[in-house]
């Protein structure tokens, strides 16, 4: 089959459509995700498709979902839960931090957690209260939890793939506002390890390093940047826990600069981790300190607002200007 262009939501779909065919163990559970097909449409047609005893609509209540999720991957099924909104998973942090992150070791490794957790994430779609946070930090902190996020429609139905055939529990965070973008899927292809960093774009100057919604802008701000003669790289990270340091590394020995970029605030955030671990790495390689760019260290603030909240375009090509200038 060649290669198709299709959403990262289309993509999303499709690689749940896909699992669900291929093992009897996969199951999905959520509120809504059932006959309205999740409140993005990810889980569309798969109710009516699979059934309601694999596709199931749960009540309001996270924890719940995900404390069911925790007993039906001992009984040896691979849950995927959908948690609505990033702001709505802290009702269940408990069950993930002290149950899911903890059965593998607490059983000297006899016990698996193929249990995978959704969650649409990140800002910019003017929405209310508790629906545009970027709460990844929290989760890539605790052991025993994978943490990924795809950037485009390609990685995210090979990911979500590979996070449901896990044996491990993953957090899979889906950057809602890219849910429409469009590129290509090549559903026969080879794909690259679920925690291994790629290279975006070629560059010789700077690195940045994003993951989610920012490589775009990324992206966006390395075209810029082309236009007064700066080679940028960006690497899209793609996995928060664990972390491609060499990946990261490989990039820096050659550009010698390295901006990290987020949109979760920049105090305590993945990019916190990623600057010591480089620093450490490659002091004698760089040739300016690495600087971070993210969100304010502040609750989201309303909609009007959130632009000038969330990282954008001059914001890191700010950061590219201060590093170059060292």
């Not at 292809?189 to 490589?215: C, F, K, N, Q, W």
């Amino acid at each position: 089959m060649a290669a198709e262009k299709m959403s990262i939501a289309k993509a999303l779909n499709e690689s749940l459509r896909k699992a669900l065919e291929t093992d009897p163990k996969v199951l999905i559970m959520g509120e809504d995700v059932g006959k309205l097909g999740g409140v993005f449409r990810i889980t569309d047609g798969l109710q009516k498709d699979f059934g309601e005893d694999r596709v199931i609509d749960t009540p309001l209540a996270e924890s719940g979902i995900v404390g069911t999720a925790i007993g039906l991957a001992l009984r040896g099924y691979r849950p995927v839960v959908e948690i609505q909104f990033d702001g709505f998973v802290f009702p269940a942090y408990d069950q993930i931090v002290t149950q899911l992150a903890k059965m593998h070791a607490r059983a000297l490794g006899k016990v698996k957690m193929p249990v995978v957790v959704r969650i649409p994430y990140g800002g910019a779609i003017g929405a209310v209260e508790h629906h545009s946070e970027s709460p990844e930090a929290l989760f890539a902190h605790v052991a025993g939890l994978k943490v990924v996020s795809p950037s485009t429609p390609s990685d995210a139905y090979w990911m979500l793939q590979q996070a449901i055939q896990s044996d491990d529990p993953v957090i899979f965070f889906e950057p809602k506002r890219r849910y429409w973008d469009k590129g290509e899927v090549d559903v026969e292809a080879i794909p690259d390890a679920l925690h291994g960093s790629r290279v975006a774009r070629e560059g010789t100057d700077i690195t940045l390093a994003a993951y989610g919604p920012m490589v775009k802008v990324c992206l966006e701000a390395a075209a810029a940047a082309a236009e007064e003669g700066k080679s940028v790289e960006v690497v899209d990270l793609r996995s928060m826990s664990p972390i491609d340091f060499d990946g990261v590394q490989r990039s820096v020995e050659k550009t010698r600069r390295l901006v990290v970029v987020h949109e979760a605030p920049v105090f305590l955030g993945v990019g916190s981790e990623i600057a010591a671990r480089i620093t450490e790495r490659c002091f004698y390689h760089l040739e300016a300190p690495v600087l971070r760019v993210g969100g304010f260290h502040a609750p989201y603030p309303p909609a009007r607002l959130e632009e000038e909240y969330l990282p954008g375009l001059d914001r890191v090509l700010d950061a590219v200007d201060r590093s170059l200038a060292y």
